[in-house]
């Protein structure tokens, strides 16, 4: 037998005296006197707190169950039946259940609590542990580890401190076959209504046949079969953009594998107005079959003659690129060369020039 009190063992002998002493002047009977003994033996035990060596109290538990969405219905299922378990064999020992998605949820009754499973929000769960348990305690993870936030290390650190063991059971891999989209690659400076080619990566832990769809801003533009091979898979997509602005591009993967959720991705462009051409022809229409062929790849086109090409680069900036058509040098000034020159040179826009009767060679 412990006492944790046992300085109030240190009054029996005084009480004990005490009592004898008052029995000698009076005149009780023994039993009397015995009972009074032991009523004073039992009290001061009592005050002493006694406990049973070897049976220390147990410490109070935090079981964590995962139930985010990277989880099947069974492990899911599986976790929290393995929770409920604990905590009955623990009888009357204070046990906790929390479950844990995107946050965190104490369980208030059998079922699991409602939380957002597009998350394994570890770190808060083990903040959680820390807030219920500040005299310390033991904590349960009961997860696949998959965790999608920051801190994890920081909150175990912060749990040692406290003197909260955390154990962790482990729940088994899910072995069914996966596929995700893993990105998305754009060109850069895409323009309104410009074709582009693009690629969508794609990782799966096996061989499968899907569909792939493509979106522009909720308007499908494009969808096929494809065949995917373990590891990574490449697909080349070639489509137009509708419109510039900010444009939402998304690549949504059709089959049925283990995780459902990272089928889909988005990826956002900045796209600009169509590109403008500025075509310097020497004679009116010259190069009408030149702009033709630009309009019918969205390029829009203007033409003028070479008297009336602005030499100011401010009048030039605002297009992408100028076209000489059979122009030839003597036919621009010093100050209209040297606009030309730092239109490439100081923007970096383009020039072309084509040859003609009056241009190059004889021209």
Known sequence: MIFRSPFWLALLPLLLISGAWIARRATPGRGV??????????????????IRPGLPEAAPLLVLVDQSASLTPEQRAMAWQTAQRIASERAQARTTIAAFGQHVAIAEDNAPPAIDGNGTNITAALQLAAGLQP?????????DGGATTPGLD?????????????????????????????????????????????????????????VLAIWFNDEPISE???????GRTTIDVTANVPREGIQRFRAELRLDDAHAENNILDATALVG?????????????AAALLRDMLEQQ????????????????????????????????????????????????SLGHGLIVLGGPNSYSLG
Do not use: K, N, Y
Not at 34 to 43: D, E, T, Y
Not at 224 to 230: G, K, N, P
Not at 273 to 285: C, T
Not at 319 to 340: C, E, K, N, S
């Open 33 to 50: 006197l015995a009972i009074r003994a032991l009523i004073i033996v039992a009290v001061l035990g009592a005050l002493a707190d006694p």
């Open 224 to 230: 096929r079969s494809i065949t995917m091979q373990a």
């Open 154 to 210: 920081e909150a175990a650190q912060q749990l040692r401190a406290q003197g909260i063991a955390v154990d962790v059971l482990p729940l088994p891999e899910d072995t069914r076959p996966d596929a995700r989209v893993a990105a998305i690659a754009l060109p850069p400076g895409l323009r309104a209504g410009q074709s582009f080619r693009g690629e969508v990566i794609i990782e799966s832990t096996a061989g499968a046949q899907a």
């Open 135 to 143: 005299s310390g305690g033991r904590v349960l993870l009961i997860s």
């Open 298 to 345: 969205g390029v829009q086109s203007e033409a003028l003659r070479p008297a009336d090409l602005s030499s100011r680069l401010s009048d030039l900036r605002r297009f992408d690129a100028i076209v000489l058509q059979d122009v030839p040098a003597t036919a621009l000034t010093i100050d209209q060369q040297r606009a030309l020159r730092e239109f490439v040179r």
């Open 273 to 285: 107005p169509p590109p403008r051409v500025l075509v310097v022809e020497r004679q009116p229409d």
